[in-house]
C-alpha cells in the first residue's frame, strides 16, 4: 500500500497517522512507534506528530523516548486551544517521569499544567493501579 504513496507525500502522512492511532487504539506500541517514526519523518516540524509519536512511546514502555519527544512540544501545547492534544503530552509526559521514578518532574509537569494538588493525587493513584 505505501508504494502507492511514495510521489503522494501527504497522503503517505495520512497513512501514518491513520495506521499508528489504528495499532495504538489496539495496544500493539511497538508498531504505532514505527508508523508514528515515519509521520516525523515526514513532518518534521508538525508539533501533533511529535506529541503521538510520545503517546506511542508511552504505550510501548519507552519513557526516555516519551520524555525526549514530548518535552519538545509541551511548550507549544500549554499555550494552545487544543485540550485533547495538550492532555496527550501533558499525561504521556507526566506518566513517564513517574514510570521513571522523577516525581519531581512528573508534579512540575502537572502543575504547569493547571492540575490542583488533589488532581495530581488522583493522577498518581491512577498509574499506581
Same mark, same amino acid.
Given at each position: 500500500?505505501?508504494?502507492?504513496?511514495?510521489?503522494?507525500?501527504?497522503?503517505?502522512?495520512?497513512?501514518?497517522?491513520v495506521? $499508528?492511532?489504528?495499532?495504538?487504539?489496539?495496544?500493539? $506500541?511497538?508498531?504505532?512507534?514505527?508508523?508514528?517514526?515515519?509521520l516525523?519523518?515526514?513532518?518534521?516540524?508538525?508539533?501533533?506528530?511529535?506529541?503521538?509519536? $510520545?503517546a506511542?512511546?508511552?504505550?510501548?514502555?519507552?519513557?526516555?523516548?516519551?520524555?525526549?519527544?514530548?518535552?519538545?512540544v509541551?511548550t507549544?501545547?500549554?499555550?494552545?486551544?487544543?485540550?485533547?492534544?495538550?492532555n496527550?503530552?501533558?499525561? $504521556?509526559l507526566?506518566?513517564?517521569?513517574?514510570?521513571?521514578?522523577?516525581?519531581?518532574?512528573?508534579n512540575?509537569?502537572?502543575?504547569?499544567?493547571?492540575?490542583?494538588?488533589e488532581?495530581i493525587?488522583?493522577?498518581?493513584?491512577?498509574?499506581?493501579?
Amino acid at each position: 500500500m505505501m508504494k502507492s504513496f511514495a510521489n503522494q507525500p501527504r497522503r503517505l502522512r495520512i497513512f501514518h497517522l491513520v495506521e $499508528g492511532n489504528y495499532h495504538l487504539e489496539h495496544g500493539r $506500541g511497538s508498531t504505532a512507534v514505527q508508523h508514528f517514526e515515519a509521520l516525523v519523518q515526514l513532518s518534521a516540524n508538525e508539533p501533533s506528530a511529535l506529541a503521538q509519536l $510520545g503517546a506511542a512511546y508511552v504505550k510501548s514502555g519507552r519513557y526516555q523516548d516519551a520524555v525526549q519527544c514530548l518535552i519538545k512540544v509541551l511548550t507549544f501545547f500549554l499555550k494552545t486551544n487544543n485540550v485533547h492534544q495538550r492532555n496527550l503530552v501533558v499525561e $504521556g509526559l507526566a506518566t513517564s517521569y513517574f514510570q521513571l521514578s522523577d516525581t519531581a518532574n512528573m508534579n512540575n509537569v502537572l502543575t504547569a499544567a493547571g492540575r490542583s494538588p488533589e488532581e495530581i493525587d488522583d493522577f498518581v493513584t491512577r498509574l499506581k493501579h
